[in-house]
């Protein structure tokens, strides 16, 4: 697994290829182009997206009869489905981001050279938390009388998301580093969405749901504020490891 | 449909697309019910070895008449299958694909096997439903572990999640798995129709997890992909050893019409989306066109009557709704069946071969066995065990 950001053998630029590339350049400028310009792609989406049905549909909003039985209050209003919507989205990305955090627990337990131990400890201690916030995410659903197994839209789409971050993280040739930029960009979305599923919880009427993400969002925003400062500072490292 | 050849179908020159036409709105991941995406997977295998074969038959056909008659149709096919495989959405992951895909191998074997009328190739069908139903629980294990998805999303409740005969006891020696075919003169039609239905599907299913396999950057992914497209290869061989080679080429060029033709009917039938049945419907015509077509080829170039090879009506539909139950009555009765040359023999029996074969492979570890280790499947994903 590499290591670091060493120089090597990259092929892909053109500098590597002096000759090949001024030849190909040369043909380029002179070939002549598809009429037209890039305005036909703008189109073509355009009219796709016009004819476009949505990604799916929200589950049926909880019965007010099951959610009083549950004891919590029941849902109101027209944004009742962006509620569960987004909820269901909140509980697919912790439990998505779960399996993120051990797989980036095994790649820092095998680094080679033990760049990665550093962050073992925190890192179970950060999974364990994503655990408990999909535990929380889950119960949240079944007070409101939901369905905490239904794949929502924002789900479904969220996992098209994040589909990339776990590519990164599981894939053997990629650094602690590499691996913790991509753990960054998935705390980042996090972040931003436990503002927002607050701020909806407090529309929707349900404050002691606000108060608990709330507690989610500080355990959130610990992890994002130490994943930020570990990513820098293996950045910072390598670079001056190559300057050495 | 009261008369296969009755019914004439759309020319070959009134079948037109264009891209567009082609490219059409995907089904809803979430909303279209899973025996839509069954449907729209399985005509999509169907399409895929309609060109396949077609293919097959120019490489070995002298004749330039016939390769062009050959050539004009397979475009059409080409044309239906892009038409129907990009009705799945970019918002599947490979693995709830993978999931479809298995979905279709359990639901539509199942209900073949119920149907089929030859008792030896019904048990072939029961062989295979387990293996692809032990697939199922090794994929779903993957999707949760993995992506930290719920197969269940896919399968909408209508297919069990449970092991099978294991994934790891499933490689065989080539001599173990090569089938006795049926009589192409005793055989009954819903015989043929059945075999290449489900040859195509195991086909598709294998060329499918060939190309994807390595799209995962994930080395248990890798392998466990790697490791059940070699099962899948295992059942194509098996599926296309039930059919009678004895059959000519144009006779089985009419069969693989008459199979798309009784496919299309059994989706039309019972689709419940209307845009995506108007698709079955269109397409039901053209391959009646398609059928009549080769039929005319037949009688000029084998002076001989379709109706030798064909039969006069279509045969009972595939039922497409949840054969849980019979999946059950096989599991729990035939799941430690082995086989040894074309026959199917209690375990201790198995070939040698097979054996010998399966404890190479797996000498360094089985992925379907790794990937599964205390996977027991839970709504909503094992983590809600684990969150409790």
């Not at chain 1, 590597?16 to 002179?30: C, H, I, N, V």
């Not at chain 1, 990305?93 to 993120?100: K, Q, S, W, Y």
């Not at chain 2, 003169?185 to 390595?214: D, H, R």
Request: a negative charge; hydrophobic letters at 35%; glycine letters at 6%.
């Amino acid at each position: 697994m590499q290591k670091a950001t060493e120089t090597g053998g990259n092929r892909t630029g053109m500098q590597t290829s002096p000759a090949d590339a001024a030849k190909m350049l040369k043909e380029a400028k002179g070939a002549k182009p598809t009429p037209g310009d890039d305005s036909g792609i703008i189109e073509l989406r355009t009219a796709y997206i016009e004819d476009s049905g949505p990604v799916g549909s929200v589950p049926p909003p909880a019965s007010a009869k099951g959610a009083v039985k549950a004891g919590a209050k029941a849902l109101t209003g027209k944004f009742a489905g962006v509620f569960i919507d987004r909820l269901g989205e909140r509980l697919a990305f912790e439990r998505a981001g779960t399996r993120l955090y051990q797989a980036m627990i095994t790649k820092c337990k095998a680094a080679g050279d033990g760049e990665g131990k550093q962050y073992v400890k925190e890192l179970e201690h950060f999974c364990d938390e994503e655990l408990s916030h999909f535990r929380l995410v889950g119960e949240c659903i079944e007070q409101l009388g939901g369905d905490p197994t239904a794949q929502t839209p924002s789900a479904d789409v969220a996992g098209m998301e994040g589909a990339g971050l776990m590519q990164v993280v599981t894939d053997p040739m990629t650094s602690v580093t590499q691996s913790l930029h991509a753990i960054l960009v998935a705390e980042l979305a996090d972040n931003a969405a436990w503002d927002e599923l607050i701020a909806l919880a407090k529309e929707m009427g349900q404050d002691d749901m606000a108060s608990r993400f709330t507690e989610a969002q500080q355990r959130e925003r610990e992890h994002l504020d130490k994943v930020r400062a570990w990513h820098q500072e293996a950045t910072l490292s390598e670079s001056r490891l190559m300057k050495a | 449909m009261t008369s296969l050849l009755q019914t004439k179908g759309a020319s070959l020159e009134r079948q037109k697309f264009t891209w567009r036409d082609m490219v059409q709105q995907p089904i809803s991941k979430l909303d279209d019910d899973a025996y839509t995406r069954i449907m729209v997977i399985l005509m999509n295998g169907i399409e895929m070895e309609a060109i396949r074969f077609q293919h097959a038959f120019a490489r070995m056909c002298p004749d330039p008449e016939l390769r062009l008659h050959l050539a004009k149709v397979r475009r059409k096919e080409a044309h239906q299958q892009v038409m129907i495989n990009w009705l799945i959405g970019a918002d599947h992951s490979t693995l709830e694909t993978t999931i479809g895909y298995e979905q279709v191998a359990i639901e539509v074997t199942a209900s073949i096997a119920q149907n089929e009328p030859d008792p030896y190739l019904a048990s072939v069908y029961r062989y295979g439903l387990l293996e692809d139903f032990d697939h199922m629980y090794r994929y779903s294990a993957l999707m949760d572990r993995l992506e930290g998805k719920d197969a269940n999303n896919i399968l909408q409740s209508y297919t069990d999640i449970l092991p099978g005969r294991p994934t790891a006891q499933e490689h065989r020696d080539p001599a173990d798995e090569l089938r006795r075919h049926y009589d192409r003169k005793k055989a009954q039609p819903l015989s043929k129709l059945n075999a290449l239905t489900i040859m195509a599907g195991e086909q598709q299913t294998q060329n499918f997890y060939q190309n994807v396999g390595p799209t995962y950057a994930d080395p248990v992914a890798r392998q466990l992909y790697a490791e059940i497209a070699h099962i899948e290869e295992q059942h194509v061989t098996q599926y296309e050893s039930i059919i009678d080679p004895n059959e000519t080429w144009l006779e089985k060029w009419l069969l693989h019409e008459a199979a798309e033709v009784y496919n299309y009917h059994c989706c039309a039938a019972q689709e419940p989306n209307p845009r995506i049945r108007a698709i079955w419907e269109r397409f039901l015509d053209y391959e009646l066109g398609h059928l009549n077509y080769v039929a005319e080829l037949f009688k000029t170039h084998e002076k001989r009557d379709p109706l030798e090879v064909l039969p006069e009506a279509l045969p009972d539909p595939i039922n497409y709704s949840s054969q849980r139950d019979f999946v059950r009555k096989v599991l729990a009765e035939e799941v430690d069946l082995r086989a040894k040359g074309a026959e199917f023999v209690p375990k201790a029996e198995e070939g040698k071969a097979s054996q010998a074969y399966r404890k190479q492979l797996n000498s360094e570890g089985s992925p379907s066995e790794t990937v599964s280790a205390g996977y027991q499947w839970t709504p909503g994903t094992e983590l809600m065990r684990k969150a409790a």
